[in-house]
């Protein structure tokens, strides 16, 4: 499956540094969030990054958010990291999943990560290859040459 098609007007945009103005939301994702995947990175020994990413609205319903954080009872630290409009100049409405897919690519393009070592938890499992091409293209190569029997 292939990464859907974003709509022109669909523009993520990383919060690190500064929200939308009007765009409201709490301190961690409501309940309404979407589990998307929850990422490990493991680079040393006692040096990995367990990440949950959820998808959700602001208050009023005009973003779709994508926050990082932990879901573990005395983990408090949420934060929303890139976001983008719910609904089009029309009134067209982006798709949770496709929303989803441009968030996270985004996001982690912008952090400028290595592949996670470990996915868990994936609502959307047949994305993570494409977003995984899209990001990190040389560890599809060998992949690629292998299925046409050329060498790398």
């Known amino acids: 499956m292939a990464i859907p098609d974003k709509p022109d007007w669909f523009k993520p945009r990383t919060l690190y540094f500064r929200r939308p103005r009007g765009m409201r939301c709490g301190r961690r994702p409501g309940p309404g969030g979407i589990d998307v995947v929850d990422a490990v990175w493991c680079w040393y020994s006692g040096g990995d990054r367990k990440t949950s990413y959820v998808l959700n609205t602001d208050l009023d319903g005009k973003y779709w958010i994508l926050w990082d954080g932990d879901w573990r009872p005395n ?3 949420w934060t929303p990291v890139v976001c983008g409009l719910r609904r089009g100049p029309a009134g067209e409405e982006i798709t949770p999943q496709t929303a989803a897919a441009h968030l996270l690519l985004e996001a982690w393009s912008e952090e400028n990560l290595d592949p996670p070592m ?9 994305l993570l290859d494409d977003i995984g091409r899209e990001l990190w293209p040389s560890l599809y190569e060998d ?10």
């Open 75 to 77: 983990s408090v630290k």
């Open 118 to 126: 470990e996915f868990r938890n994936l609502i959307y499992p047949e």
């Open 143 to 152: 992949e690629a040459d292998q299925q046409t029997g050329e060498p790398s």
